[in-house]
């Protein structure tokens, strides 16, 4: 009889994203083999056969949380109208920060200073705003949007988005803030800013 596999996806991800907790709550320091493998309910030996070192670990919680993100863009419904699909890839960026907000902090901010992320991360990384680049360049195609390079409209949303999450996660909005309906609603403005005049009037 084969002996079961303790080294398993579903350890390696319940170690990344414990990992990812220790990071963004109390920072790098936190982040011990020994201290991470105890919360798992594994050996050190586990995370050093997944992962390699810390440095390799680091890697893989980044590359984790925007595989994570790429399957959520490329994974909203489309509606036919690609401006309308660029509000929901701004929705859905939102949704993705508020279900692994351990791994946003590592994939957007300095959290660990030093880190560089390997090339295939960084492939990740690029690859997985392609479903925006890609929108973006069809509402331009389809008389739209504003015959701009699309990752001047893209990097912009993605300013928008970032922003308002980032204010939303460190808890820096005013009581009472409509965050959801706030959010929608100036991404539909951002959208219209970005439509040819014809289309406006």
Not at 1 to 21: I, N, Q, S, V, Y
Not at 67 to 72: L, T, V
Not at 73 to 86: A, Q, T
Request: charged share 25%; aromatic share 8%.
């Amino acid at each position: 009889m084969a002996r079961p596999r303790t080294h398993d996806e579903a350890l390696r991800l319940k170690l990344l994203d414990r990992a990812g907790e220790l990071l963004s709550t109390d920072g790098p320091k936190a982040l011990s083999l020994r201290k991470l493998a105890a919360d798992a309910g594994t050996s050190t030996t586990a995370v050093y056969s997944l992962f390699g070192g810390k440095p390799e670990l680091v890697n893989a919680v980044y590359q984790e949380g925007f595989r994570r993100f790429g399957a959520r863009l490329r994974g909203i419904e489309r509606s036919g109208d690609p401006v309308e699909d660029f509000v929901r890839l701004g929705l859905a960026y939102r949704e993705s920060a508020l279900a692994d907000p351990h791994l946003y902090s590592i994939m957007f901010t300095k959290a660990v200073p030093g880190f560089e992320p390997g090339a295939e991360a960084s492939r990740v990384a690029r690859e997985s705003l392609a479903p925006l680049v890609d929108t973006v360049r069809a509402a331009i195609g389809a008389g739209l949007f504003q015959p701009v390079a699309p990752e001047v409209i893209a990097v912009s949303a993605w300013g928008i988005v970032h922003g308002l999450v980032s204010l939303e996660l460190n808890g820096n909005l005013p009581p009472g803030f409509d965050v959801a309906g706030s959010y929608e609603a100036a991404l539909r403005a951002h959208a219209d800013g970005w439509r040819l005049t014809q289309v406006r009037e």
